[in-house]
């Protein structure tokens, strides 16, 4: 997986490619707790990312939960075989999913 984030002001977006999963959610936990404290809105680009596995999912939790207490978080242009684990998992319930 590749992280590369655009950080404006109190706006920080991620953009995501390959495959979030249990070998590669430890690098991006540890990326966003270095750098979200004072973020008002985390934006997630899920243009380029195949795959999302529970270990990702328990990531995009956890940040979810830190930016409701400090702002809002947002997850951009998710492909249809995210948006099916989203719909089965109930995450789309948890998450403002953007098209």
């Known amino acids: 997986m590749t992280i590369q984030t655009q950080k404006q002001e109190k706006q920080l977006i991620v953009f995501l490619e390959g495959r979030l999963d249990t070998n590669s959610s430890p690098e991006l936990e540890e990326y966003l707790k270095s750098r979200i404290d004072e973020i008002r809105e985390l934006v997630f680009d899920f243009e380029h990312l195949e795959y999302i596995s529970s270990a990702g999912l328990r990531v995009l939790l956890a940040a979810q939960k ?5 702002g ?25 999913i953007e098209a």
Do not use: H, Y
């Open 72 to 96: 809002s978080m947002i997850v951009r242009n998710v492909s249809e075989p995210i948006r099916e684990i989203f719909d089965v998992t109930g995450f789309c319930d948890i998450l403002t």
């Open 66 to 70: 830190q930016m409701n207490r400090q």
